[in-house]
């Protein structure tokens, strides 16, 4: 599947995966400053969100051969790779299937084990029953989130896959393959190899996605994998940007 991409810049490629429930859009700031630096950088739409295609399938091999497919398609193969969250497993898992295609892999607070996801589940079952009705308005809806999801920035994140534009609205994303997905995107496979190339481990120190006994794991299929952190929780790109793009222009220094 060819996924939906936003690129900017040129140079040597640089590749966005964003997180459950978020858009290459998520990026926009990162990605203008990574391009600033004399680099094309692509942000991927994964499968059933942003505006790329809906199918059924969000396992990793699965998503991973999507991204690889969209690369080559876009002439950005071999690329150095960064991913965030779900985005980070899929970039963990492509960096596996296809090591050629990776110069060099940044893997942000997410680690290649299982996790529950109890919350994203009730944050997803609350977007659908959204009643999807003509006149619906933002308000409408984020009042409709206020139970499941307390925190208003949290809402908002969710909401911009919500289109107002179109009566009545309709959910941009994939909702019910995300839904059924979601023992996929928890999990990590048994997927075979090592990837040799450089690999950062980047973390929010506030966050507890990757724990010091995940590290062997880590090493395990990326054995030249360094591990650092920044002063932020798990969405560290959002949170303290500037020092999560001091470590990637470090990361992508030539050397």
Do not use: C
């Not at 991927?44 to 497919?69: C, F």
């Not at 997905?181 to 048994?190: R, S």
């Amino acid at each position: 599947m060819k996924l939906n991409l936003v690129a900017t810049g040129d140079g040597p490629a640089v590749v966005l995966l964003h997180g459950l429930l978020g858009a290459a859009q998520n990026f926009g700031a990162i990605q203008k400053a990574i391009a600033a630096k004399g680099r094309r950088v692509l942000a991927l739409d994964l499968r059933n969100h942003g505006n790329s295609p809906h199918a059924e399938g969000m396992g990793y091999a699965t998503m991973a051969a999507d991204v690889a497919e969209t690369l080559q398609d876009a002439g950005a193969w071999p690329a150095a790779v960064i991913g965030h969250s779900m985005g980070g497993k899929v970039a963990m898992a492509l960096a596996l299937a296809r090591p050629e295609g990776v110069e060099r892999l940044l893997v942000a607070d997410i680690a290649p084990v299982t996790y529950p996801t109890p919350v994203f589940t009730r944050y997803i079952a609350a977007m659908q029953a959204i009643p999807l009705r003509e006149g619906l308005t933002r308000r409408d809806a984020d009042a409709a989130l206020v139970e499941a999801v307390p925190e208003p920035p949290l809402r908002a994140f969710l909401l911009q896959n919500l289109v107002f534009t179109e009566q009545p609205p309709r959910w941009r994303i994939g909702l019910g393959e995300i839904a059924a997905g979601m023992g996929e995107i928890g999990g990590w496979p048994a997927l075979p190899g090592r990837y040799e190339g450089p690999v950062l481990v980047l973390s929010g120190d506030a966050s507890a996605y990757v724990k010091p006994e995940h590290h062997a794991a880590i090493r395990a299929l990326f054995p030249a994998a360094r591990f650092a952190g920044i002063a932020a929780g798990h969405w560290l790109h959002a949170e303290n940007p500037r020092a999560f793009l001091a470590a990637v222009e470090e990361f992508l220094a030539p050397g």
